[in-house]
């Protein structure tokens, strides 16, 4: 897989291989000069940013099908700073779905530059976040139908939106990239609703939002990685944003996310999965811990491993739609969830193993009710059935500080925020957030973890709904490991 991939790239060093420089003019759309050259030069070639030159790259533009090409990105690359001028080109007809969209294509490399100054992509996100402003918000690098592909030591400056995405891609590695995604104000999205805030008993602390405490995380709303498709490997990846930092979506298999670090998102997550009733599939998933060698991927890599999260909403992430089709119906009826999300054998597990966290309030999160609380309150379910099912998720050596005391995470946009959990106290490491009889096989062992108060930490679980000795008493109450736990 991954090893075959870097045998394919030295045996085209052997091909003929030409570097073609793109064309720049000062004060003027470099997007048009870019296609015209990545369109004749579609195969053995390097399409290269020089350094020293910032490219204007004022319209958004989809590559033709690649094969054997690197996009190497020396110079810096500026996206245009008028909100409405970006707007009007996302909402328009044509628009392919994110500023840079590749398209398909075999051995293909989109490289930045370990150079400090240099190879830099700015999307002067600053000023959408000041605003408000989420109408027509761009996506940034759409990775899509890309066999063999790397994507590394990008560095993105204050992007406007999401990020990197792989959809439909085999065999991709995708590691040394810097996302900085932070906003020099401290408030961003909470400012315009903190006089409307309700303050009282019946919130739990850490939901509380206090009109004289500032914004708890200070990163826009910017998703980090999105990955989709099969054998995708991201390490040593550095992201500070205020969205998730990895989310795995429907029909991604042989995930691995390791050696990397994610500052005040929203942690690694899965999903959300099942929204309108359709059916999704999420297998073989890790997020691991460090290591020397870089083994090549197999059927069987499947985990996030190795992370620091630093200031983050949530560390480790499961998220269903609650209610199945919550706000389409179909035929006069709500239709249950069908999402179906597993391991690859039963010797394998999704796994999220040895991560680190720091002042962390939701450090391992798993819910079946992932609703949009912008939209209303949540719907009874009473009389639905949810069919979505986990089974084999590993929770291992977790390690970290959870945060107990008052905050407000930035992108609040409801009162009570959006990440409220009834019944919470703020102390909990696990909460499972579960139906009856959809579990199979959930074990967190190796659970370490104090609060900033010194509190006694706690669980949220209901013994009901997991089939299995999940390592603690599964319970509303202090944390209490099992032997499956140690």
Same mark, same amino acid.
């Given at each position: ?330 035929? @006069?009826?709500? #239709?249950? $969830? ?11 597990? %999704?796994?999220? =193993? +040895? *991560? ?67 019944? @919470?106290?703020? #102390?909990? $490491? ?11 096989? %959930?074990?967190? =062992? +190796? *659970? ?39």
């Amino acid at each position: 897989m991954l090893f075959s991939f870097l045998l394919l790239q030295a045996a085209t060093a052997a091909f003929a291989w030409d570097t073609f420089l793109v064309p720049h003019t000062p004060g003027g759309d470099d997007t048009p000069g870019l296609l015209s050259l990545v369109t004749n030069h579609s195969s053995d070639a390097t399409i290269l940013f020089r350094k020293g030159i910032t490219y204007n790259i004022f319209t958004a533009i989809k590559f033709p099908v690649l094969t054997n090409v690197e996009i190497a990105i020396e110079g810096n690359l500026t996206y245009p700073t008028n909100i409405s001028e970006i707007q009007a080109i996302v909402g328009a007809s044509d628009f392919p779905g994110s500023w840079f969209t590749f398209s398909g294509g075999n051995n293909v490399t989109l490289r930045g530059s370990t150079d400090t100054e240099w190879g830099w992509v700015d999307g002067h996100g600053q000023a959408w976040w000041d605003a408000v402003q989420q109408v027509n918000r761009p996506h940034g690098w759409a990775f899509n139908d890309i066999t063999n592909g790397v994507i590394r030591d990008m560095k993105l400056w204050k992007p406007i939106g999401w990020n990197f995405a792989t959809s439909g891609c085999v065999n991709v590695h995708v590691y040394n990239n810097k996302i900085l995604a932070a906003s020099d104000t401290s408030v961003m999205f909470c400012a315009s609703s903190m006089a409307s805030l309700i303050i009282g008993p019946v919130v739990p602390i850490q939901h509380r939002r206090y009109a004289n405490n500032p914004c708890r995380y200070r990163s826009s709303q910017v998703a980090g990685f999105s990955a989709g498709g099969n054998n995708i490997l991201f390490e040593n990846n550095y992201v500070v944003n205020g969205d998730d930092c990895l989310t795995v979506g429907s029909g991604a298999h042989n995930i691995t996310w390791r050696n990397s670090y994610c500052e005040g998102g929203h942690g690694l997550s899965i999903g959300s999965l099942g929204s309108g009733g359709s059916v999704a599939d999420v297998q073989n998933v890790l997020c691991v811990r460090p290591s020397y060698q870089v083994p090549a991927l197999t059927s069987h890599a499947r985990s996030m491993e190795t992370t620091i999260m630093n200031t983050t909403l949530y560390g480790a992430r499961f998220k269903s739609w609650t209610g199945g089709n919550l706000w389409k119906r179909s035929c @006069a009826q709500v #239709r249950s $969830v069908n999402s179906y999300v597993r391991s690859h054998s039963s010797d394998d597990s %999704v796994t999220w =193993k +040895d *991560i680190t966290f720091i002042d962390v309030p939701f450090p391992i999160y798993v819910t079946q009710n992932y609703w949009d609380q912008e939209l209303g309150p949540p719907p009874n379910n009473t009389n639905t059935v949810n069919n979505t099912h986990i089974q084999d998720f590993l929770f291992e050596n977790f390690v970290g500080v959870i945060r107990d005391t008052p905050y407000v995470e930035g992108s609040c946009v409801t009162d009570p925020c959006w990440y409220f959990v009834p019944n @919470a106290t703020g #102390r909990e $490491v696990v909460i499972l957030d579960l139906y009856p009889g959809t579990a199979t096989n %959930v074990l967190a =062992k +190796d *659970i370490f973890a104090r609060t900033e108060t010194g509190r006694p930490v706690a669980v949220m679980c209901n013994s009901t709904t997991v089939s299995n000795d999940v390592g603690f008493k599964c319970w509303d109450g202090p944390f209490i490991r099992t032997k499956a736990g140690l």
